[in-house]
């Protein structure tokens, strides 16, 4: 059984992804070693790399050989929470909405 690699595993949405509880062999990317235990808790084998060293990423997939790469590398300020995104998403006008009327 090969690994599956999360990048961007302890970010606004990786973290939130339900694979990592219980799917099994996942090893998760996050920038900062500090989060290895909140990937761990998560059943991810954490891995500190910076995406944007290419040298580095590319040392981290020959390494692991994942079965599939799961992209969810994200830069989103600290603290911005997903559940205030629909309260800002209605705050704008329909017709500047891009999204179904979920408001």
């Known amino acids: 059984m ?3 690699l999360l990048a961007g595993a302890s970010g606004a949405i990786g973290r939130r992804l339900p694979l990592l509880s219980g799917a099994g062999h996942v090893i998760g990317t996050t920038r900062s070693k500090e989060k290895f235990a909140d990937l761990r808790a998560l059943g991810a084998e954490p891995v500190a790399v910076d ?3 290419a040298t580095a990423l590319s040392e981290v997939v020959r390494s692991v050989q994942p079965r599939i790469v799961i992209h969810q590398l994200t830069d989103l300020p600290r603290g911005l929470e997903p559940a205030g995104w629909r309260r800002r998403l209605c705050a ?6 891009k999204a179904p009327a979920i408001c």
Do not use: E, N, Q
């Open 2 to 4: 090969g690994y599956d």
């Open 51 to 53: 995406v944007f060293d």
């Open 92 to 97: 704008m006008p329909a017709s500047a909405r």
